[in-house]
């Protein structure tokens, strides 16, 4: 029972390290392919989100040059 519990133990330990039982994407190229571009459309989007949320997006209130402000 002990070496069956060892072993069970180093069989866990060696599964971590090795990685998912299960893979993500297909093993087929082209249907590996797909999944991959459908994730990464989500990450396109991110810069788009970042400068929105930062203000970067928004037009410069400060003019490069003077401006009167008076009407003329």
């Known amino acids: 029972m002990r070496k ?3 072993a069970l133990l180093l069989l866990a330990a060696i ?3 090795v ?4 893979p993500i994407y297909s093993s087929t190229k ?6 991959l ?7 396109r989007h991110i810069p788009k989100i970042w400068e ?10 400060a003019t490069p040059y ?4 008076g009407v003329i």
């Open 15 to 17: 599964s971590i390290k």
């Open 4 to 6: 069956f519990g060892l």
């Open 37 to 43: 571009i459908f994730v990464s459309e989500g990450y």
């Open 52 to 61: 929105r949320i930062w203000g970067l997006d928004m037009p410069d209130v």
């Open 30 to 35: 082209d249907v590996r392919a797909r999944q």
């Open 66 to 69: 003077r401006t009167h402000g």
């Open 19 to 22: 990685g998912c039982i299960v």
